[in-house]
């Protein structure tokens, strides 16, 4: 045996979008994680986008993470530049995180001979073509291991043929201590909405604008916070419609938002609008932070909001009924004091980062002593 085998720790090598989408954030979570645990020696690596901030980037590496970016503006450049980096690291694990950069993560990791692949998916409703799809299931007979970010996850990855042996659950968390301090009471809040999420074809503002209308209508006229990044398109439709709905007055689009968990805390009720989810973070946060959630009846939504014990739940891509879920978020005091608390309760216990990537940790160990997932 080789001095490393006896003695060194594992290897892993996250790879996932530069985006800076929540599986970035996931990626990025672990590999501080096995900074902290001292279970492994961890390397992430971003495949650049066209919103890739060298200054996120530069952030991450002042924090103490081992960083590469490698080329995003071919598949055949990702991967050759990705099977340098393995070559040079050389990964006891790669885990590549998120359509469609589980594949080329993958092709890389084989091409450079690393021994065990993990494929993490992120979403219940990704592009796979059946061209993709053809390469995932191939690349599946060379992977210990699929991973769903949700329950809801891993059986939409069944569904679509993927192996049940390898297929388990290990839900998204999110890191507790920015939520420790009890929040401010929920009637002492602004009787506001935030939706803290990014601006893309996933997530559904324009259901959202017109529930807000709706609420005006019937004589309701709640602040709506609207933060994140994102695409400038989805961002600028999303202003086009609240002006077409005359609601500039009502609507605020902040960007980016340094402190979410103060901006939470400041806001009587997070809500997600969305078309599909893998576990819903940004409603985790809002959970944590002591609001009343209130998100779209979609997969992964539906697995952590209980409707009237936890949060709240509209069908998906329904003004009417959004509107309606926002109202009684905003007027039945009683039962919103209650709905958050127990929500408050479920996220630091039940949605904890710890409990996640202590999940993945012993996940990779299992594989690397040859066992099944």
Not at 28 to 42: K, P, W
Request: overall charge positive; some cysteine.
């Amino acid at each position: 045996m080789t001095e490393r085998a006896t003695t060194a720790r594992p290897r892993v090598l996250h790879f996932v979008t530069g985006g800076f989408s929540g599986a970035t954030q996931v990626a990025v979570d672990l590999v501080s994680a096995h900074r902290t645990s001292g279970r492994f020696d961890a390397r992430l690596v971003l495949r650049r986008k066209r919103n890739t901030s060298d200054e996120r980037v530069q952030k991450l590496r002042d924090g103490g993470i081992d960083v590469d970016v490698v080329a995003g503006w071919s598949h055949a450049a990702t991967v050759w530049q990705l099977r340098r980096i393995c070559l040079d690291f050389r990964p006891d694990i790669v885990v590549a995180h998120g359509f469609s950069d589980h594949l080329w993560g993958r092709f890389a990791a084989l091409w450079a001979g690393v021994p065990c692949l993990v494929h993490v998916e992120h979403n219940s409703r990704e592009r796979y073509t059946r061209w993709r799809l053809a390469q995932a299931l191939w690349l599946t007979e060379r992977t210990a291991a699929i991973v769903g970010c949700s329950e809801g996850v891993r059986q939409s990855l069944q569904n679509r043929g993927f192996p049940a042996a390898k297929l388990m659950a290990i839900s998204n968390g999110i890191p507790p201590e920015p939520y420790l301090q009890e929040p401010p009471p929920l009637l002492q809040r602004r009787p506001d909405i935030v939706m803290a999420a990014r601006f893309a074809r996933q997530k559904d503002h324009a259901t959202l604008l017109r529930a807000l209308a709706v609420l005006r209508q019937r004589g309701l006229k709640p602040t709506l916070t609207l933060a994140g990044g994102g695409k400038a398109r989805a961002q600028q439709a999303a202003q086009r419609l609240s002006a077409e709905l005359g609601l500039q007055d009502q609507v605020q689009f902040i960007g980016m938002c340094n402190d979410v968990p103060g901006l939470l805390r400041a806001h009587r009720v997070c809500v997600l609008s969305t078309h599909y989810e893998g576990m819903p973070l940004s409603l985790l946060e809002g959970m944590a932070a002591g609001c009343v959630v209130v998100g779209s009846r979609v997969v992964g939504v539906q697995e952590v909001v209980r409707p009237g014990d936890n949060g709240l739940l509209a069908a998906h891509a329904d003004p009417e009924s959004l509107a309606d879920a926002l109202q009684q978020a905003l007027q039945d005091d009683e039962a919103a004091v209650r709905m958050a608390a127990t929500a408050r309760q479920e996220a630091l216990s039940h949605y904890s980062l710890q409990r996640m990537t202590g999940q993945y940790e012993d996940l990779f160990a299992r594989l690397l002593q040859g066992e099944r997932p």
